[in-house]
């Protein structure tokens, strides 16, 4: 007996979605096979570990496994798993639905890949967003979906064409666990849309994609009348010697993490990947350890070559997968390895910890701590030596995970060195490779005691900015950081192997000293000299400007602007002040120091105009002006835009 059938419509951006996913893999229709085997698995994974933690559950799991039952007649597929099953409401949450957040983004993305003709951004954009259980739409014209989630009494059958609508009915007689029926479309080899109710072509798929998965995965075997007669000689895949009905298990069942890392070909990393992570690119580098001795554990994690669409995005995925003795624990443990390192997908199996494990526990686990410590210096280490030996995925990665990475400069100490020697930075000695901090330090020139660096939104911006002006004409490299997290770390870090760091857009700038200690003396007397001369301008353009600045003075870091904003040396930059006021938090104003050029003609007429009259009220306004004009120029917003654009359009057509 059952409930009434409800029909329920896909949102439009759902129906999108489902139609790019079904066409933009032009190729390696296969995977999708992969993809519900791999979701069985979990399911299967998460039923062990449910029965461990409540010994109520009631659920069977004596023989835990995956069937797949082709009808060649039928035109069907059906893959089944007796494991956890899910709920009616989880159903509708999980597969009957896939408006979630970021759709309309991908759907975009995966439109515009699709256009372009991109098959590899398709299948790239495909994998980040985990949509791996729509993919049966690529070979199937209906999916029937029939589960119940072990523990409750009743299932639930969910149906669709893929197109604008999808059934929902709830089932009194479901057995524990899902199935997926496919109901197949028509062979077309041209479009590599193969016969998936062929055992022999099943058995290649399973073979090749999904050897690894920890639980047998079984089919049929079709016995002929002749087999029967003969009997068993030794020689049959048949699991139940003279039983009616004969299985055959299709994968080798063999935990890669626990085979020698000699003895696991590329492929079989690449497919194990692909399982643990659901990303249907290859992987950009493998690490696979163990430790032994006080405490074990084994481990192959994996460093994606693209970014997940939801890395900077809160409740995005997290962490690797725990297992105990081969037992699976969670999926996303991210007690394992820091924030920082969340794009790096794996197993992990560790020999002595409870299969009873709580999150909360561990977190406080000794042993825990230990791995985290390993794996992190693991990992690092791994990208460290990507970047001598192999600099093109290094460059790939670092593009990739570089604004991630360098988080860790604010919450990991012990590692904060290795980060600095790692990381890489844009830099105005090459106008597109970036440069690491050794590197720059090797191209220092003589007399430099400083790591030169600027940041701000862009590139283009920095290289702009006033106050990269002197450090260009002088041959100085300087570092352009514009990367969110650079507005933070650079406020923590002072230095690297013994050189301090040190903002150009901050506290006084001596370039000349900086290359020559003992200085000239004829030069300095003209420095003393002119700073007399323009004493009285730079006092009075104080008590004008008074109520933005906090001081005026002559600067050493402009030559073709007439003026540029600086902060003390440890004040907050306006872009961190920018992104305090974005999260909610309010800094009291800050006061910044106005920087003259003494050599330009706006700077040397406004000392003249003011020597000759300084009641002029023209004065107060070219001051105005000035300062709106230095905020500007790096990037700042004006209090008053409406003011000076009047002040600006009258001081023109004055000119005129």
């Known amino acids: 007996m059952s409930s009434r059938v409800e029909t329920h419509e896909f949102q439009a951006e759902s129906r999108q979605l489902l139609r790019l996913v079904v066409h933009s893999i032009y190729s390696n229709k296969d995977i999708f096979l992969r993809e519900l085997i791999s979701n069985a698995s979990d399911a299967l994974d998460k039923l062990r570990l449910e029965s461990l933690r409540d010994s109520e559950l009631g659920a069977d799991t004596s023989d835990l496994h995956i069937s797949l039952e082709p009808d060649a007649e039928a035109r069907t597929l059906t893959v ?17 639905t896939i408006a979630k957040s970021g759709t309309a983004e991908f759907a975009r993305k995966l439109k515009e890949a699709n256009e372009n003709k991109d098959a590899a951004a398709s299948a790239d954009l495909i994998g980040s967003f985990g949509v791996g259980f729509y993919s049966s739409f690529m070979v199937a ?15 639930t059958r969910w149906e669709s064409t893929g197109e604008g609508t999808y059934e929902l009915e709830t089932l009194d007689d479901a057995p524990q666990g899902t199935s997926v029926t496919l109901h197949l479309k028509p062979e077309d080899t041209e479009d590599s849309l193969f016969d998936y109710a062929d055992r022999g072509r099943l058995r290649q798929i399973v073979r090749r994609h999904s050897d690894f998965i920890p639980w047998p995965v079984r089919t049929a075997v079709e016995r002929t009348e002749t087999e029967d007669d003969a009997g068993d000689d030794g020689t049959g895949e048949g699991e139940a010697e003279g039983a009616a009905d004969a299985y055959e298990t299709l994968n080798s069942m063999k935990a890669l993490w626990a085979r020698s890392q000699g003895d696991v070909s590329e492929e079989e990393y690449k497919e194990f990947y692909r399982h ?8 950009l580098e493998t690490v696979h350890t163990r430790a032994e001795g006080t405490f074990e554990y084994q481990a192959v994690l994996f460093i994606p070559s693209h970014a997940p669409l939801d890395l900077y995005q809160q409740g995005g995925r997290r962490g690797v997968h725990l297992y105990v003795r081969r037992v699976f624990i969670m999926d996303d443990c991210t007690s394992l390895l820091p924030d920082y390192l969340r794009f790096v997908k794996g197993v992990v199996d560790a020999q002595d910890l409870s299969l009873n494990v709580s999150r909360e526990a561990l977190q406080q686990d000794r042993q825990i701590q230990l791995m985290h410590r390993r ?3 693991k990992i690092l280490s791994t990208v460290k030596s990507l970047r001598t030996k192999d600099p093109e995925r290094y460059r790939t990665f670092w593009q990739e995970f570089g604004p991630a990475v360098k988080e860790g400069l604010l919450s990991d100490q012990d590692n904060r060195e290795t980060l600095l020697d790692l990381a890489s930075f844009a830099s105005t000695h090459d106008p597109k490779e970036q440069t690491g901090l050794r590197d720059y330090k090797s191209r220092m020139k003589d007399g430099q005691e400083h790591i030169y660096f600027l940041t701000g939104e862009s590139r283009t911006r920095l290289e702009n900015s006033p106050h990269i002006e002197a450090f260009q004409a002088k041959g100085y490299e300087v570092l352009l950081l514009t990367d969110a997290v650079d507005e933070v770390w650079v406020e923590q870090i002072r230095e690297f192997d013994g050189t301090p760091l040190q903002s150009i857009a901050k506290g006084q700038v001596d370039l000349d000293g900086d290359a020559d200690a003992e200085g000239d003396e004829a030069e300095r007397a003209e420095e003393q000299r002119r700073d007399e001369e323009f004493a009285p301008l730079l006092e009075w353009l104080g008590g004008t400007l008074g109520e933005d600045v906090k001081e005026v003075r002559l600067s050493s870091r402009l030559t073709t602007s007439p003026a540029c904003i600086v902060g003390d040396a440890h004040d907050v930059t306006p872009n961190l002040e920018k992104m305090y006021r974005a999260m909610g938090q309010e800094l009291p104003p800050i006061k910044r120091i106005l920087e003259l050029n003494p050599d330009h003609p706006l700077t040397t007429g406004l000392r003249a105009a003011h020597a000759a009259d300084q009641e002029d009220p023209a004065l107060a306004e070219t001051a105005e002006l000035i300062h709106g004009m230095a905020l500007l120029a790096e990037g700042g917003e004006l209090a008053d835009p409406a003011r000076f654009s009047r002040l600006l359009a009258t001081r023109l057509a004055a000119g005129l």
């Open 80 to 96: 089944r798993d007796n494991g956890i099953g899910m709920s009616r409401d989880e159903v509708r949450g999980l597969i009957g």
């Open 141 to 155: 014209d209906k999916v029937t979906l029939v589960t119940r989630r072990a523990g409750e009494q009743q299932g």
């Open 276 to 283: 643990v992570s659901h990303d249907w690119m290859d992987p």
């Open 375 to 377: 794996l992190v210096k």
